[in-house]
């Protein structure tokens, strides 16, 4: 599943959001109900996964962390903890708890952004700040290539 694009959207006074049709049309593809929603760990929005992809991530932390190893359970139970399952209606919608919205700093406006596997979901505003700056999005990814085929 590969999610691509970005799209704006408005939640209504409960938090509800409909989830863009591009998208959802590949989520009713994959026969999905729910996603996996979570604050992103580098980034103040949300990341919604759908559970095959979020149980890769957490399978592929488990795989690395020691049970001896405080630091190492530490990162799992924050990025375990951070999560939780969101029921999409059959109109399309998931609703957004508000300590997520809080988190992302998300009052009316969102943007939805397609991330390869998942979706993220920005405070309209922000999500522009970052957008706008192809300069940004050259260097980095100059970066990315150069050093991947240096690894090569």
């Known amino acids: 599943m590969r999610f691509t694009g970005n799209i704006d959207a408005k939640t209504d006074e409960k938090g509800r959001v409909f989830i863009p049709a591009s ?50 359970r530490a990162a799992l139970r ?20 508000r300590r997520y919205l809080e988190a992302a700093d998300i009052r009316n406006e969102v943007r ?9 979901i920005w405070n309209r505003q922000k999500a522009e700040e970052l957008l706008d700056n192809p300069e940004s999005l050259a260097e980095n990814l100059e970066t990315l ?3 991947t085929a240096h690894e090569s």
Request: aromatic letters at 8%; one cysteine or more; glycine letters at 6%.
């Open 112 to 120: 939805f952004i397609g991330m390869d596997n998942s979706i993220e």
């Open 78 to 97: 924050g990025f375990v903890a951070g999560a939780e399952k969101i029921s999409i209606d059959a109109n399309g919608r998931i609703l957004i708890p």
């Open 23 to 72: 998208f959802r049309k590949l989520i009713q593809q994959a026969d999905l109900d729910s996603m996996i929603l979570r604050k992103d760990i580098f980034q103040q929005c949300l990341v919604l996964y759908p559970e095959s992809i979020w149980h890769e991530m957490v399978d592929a932390i488990t795989q690395r962390t020691n049970p001896f190893d405080s630091k190492g």
């Open 145 to 147: 290539m150069n050093t």
